[in-house]
């Protein structure tokens, strides 16, 4: 009886969360008022209440297991999480917008716009959402939590080549899923027949090599942002690279959206399937790496 009281409060508590989402979020949207560009943009791949509904859902699932698998508590949860949040669903995101979109579809007054619009949810949303699953207050004693795991020069060697297979996934992941496209190579100014992939990514290297060191430090940033809450994991380390994969995939989901940033439905959806899945790929692999010392590399 008790565990069936205690699923229909967490029920409860998820539902009322998911509805909480959707204000915050919309308060923290109001940024970009005056700035989106006057294009029409296609539909999405649900119609908008359902999307938000169902974008709600899925980001308070996520908000909530990094929450009950955490040993933090109070406000170092919330700013922990309010890091990651932001780091992965802004600022590693809206980095690439600024690269690929500025001087298509996006101006600098909106580029600010979308790096203010999504403060709401980790300053508001989490903070709250932390009181409401009861991980405010800290019962028993005090864990002990060490911030490194092994010694700092392993830690910097698996950062620099966590950054390195960052970008393998990412250039792979782009190729053969979203360049496969030629409604979206035409959108990113590359019509005609697609070019084979060693001749891409030489002429890429060539013409562009500022795309790949963007990479690798976006590589490094997503380790650097996730890493505390890996070692506050206290689930086992498969499910913590389920949760940390997720962290990372759940903000290309918004793709489902209309957008009028990329008004084309199909380009949004090859997006959507190229990032979700290489980025959920590549936060399993940091978990793999980060979440203790190998010994084998131990110095």
């Known amino acids: 009886m008790n565990t069936i009281k205690q699923l229909l409060i967490w029920v409860l508590k998820i539902a009322g969360l998911s509805?909480?989402?959707?204000?915050?979020?919309?308060?923290?949207?109001?940024?970009l008022q005056g700035n989106m560009p006057d294009i029409q943009s296609e539909p999405g791949l649900m119609n908008e209440t359902m999307a938000m509904l169902f974008l709600a859902l899925v980001n308070t699932?996520?908000?909530?297991?990094?929450?009950?698998?955490?040993?933090?508590?109070?406000?170092?949860?919330?700013?922990i999480l309010a890091i990651a949040y932001y780091g992965s669903f802004t600022f590693i995101t809206q980095i690439e917008t600024w690269y690929f979109l500025h001087g298509i579809t996006v101006t600098?007054?909106?580029?600010?716009?979308?790096?203010?619009?999504?403060?709401?949810?980790?300053?508001?949303f989490i903070p709250?959402?932390?009181?409401?699953?009861?991980?405010?207050?800290?019962?028993?004693?005090k864990p002990s939590v060490k911030i490194f795991a092994m010694p700092v020069r392993q830690f910097i060697l698996k950062l620099a080549?966590?950054?390195?297979?960052?970008?393998?996934?990412?250039?792979?992941?782009?190729?053969?899923?979203?360049?496969?496209?030629?409604?979206?190579?035409?959108?990113?100014?590359?019509t005609g027949e697609i070019i084979p992939f060693w001749e891409h990514t030489l002429q890429t290297l060539t013409d562009t090599p500022d795309l790949f060191i963007l990479?690798?430090?976006r590589g490094a940033i997503f380790v650097l942002l996730v890493y505390p809450v890996i070692r506050g994991s206290t689930v086992n380390p498969w499910a913590t690279a389920i949760i940390i994969g997720a962290l990372l995939a759940v903000p290309h989901l918004s793709h489902?959206?209309?957008?009028?940033?990329?008004?084309?439905?199909?380009?949004?959806?090859?997006?959507?399937?190229?990032?979700?899945?290489?980025?959920?790929?590549?936060?399993?692999?940091?978990?793999?790496?980060?979440?203790?010392?190998?010994r084998n590399n131990e110095m």
């Not at 509805?19 to 940024?31: D, E, F, N, R, T």
């Not at 996520?62 to 700013?79: D, E, F, N, P, Q």
């Open 19 to 31: 509805i909480l989402y959707i204000p915050i979020w919309s308060a923290g949207a109001m940024a």
């Open 61 to 79: 699932l996520l908000i909530v297991s990094l929450i009950v698998t955490s040993k933090w508590r109070g406000w170092k949860l919330a700013l």
């Open 108 to 124: 600098s007054e909106l580029i600010s716009g979308l790096f203010i619009m999504g403060l709401s949810v980790p300053l508001v």
């Open 128 to 141: 709250a959402a932390i009181f409401i699953c009861g991980y405010w207050k800290r019962k028993g004693t």
């Open 161 to 190: 080549a966590v950054s390195i297979i960052y970008v393998i996934i990412y250039w792979l992941a782009g190729y053969f899923i979203a360049w496969q496209n030629p409604e979206l190579r035409a959108f990113y100014g590359s």
């Open 215 to 217: 990479q690798l430090v």
């Open 256 to 294: 489902i959206l209309a957008n009028p940033l990329m008004p084309i439905a199909e380009v949004r959806f090859s997006h959507m399937i190229e990032t979700a899945s290489s980025t959920f790929l590549f936060g399993m692999i940091i978990v793999w790496l980060f979440h203790r010392k190998h």
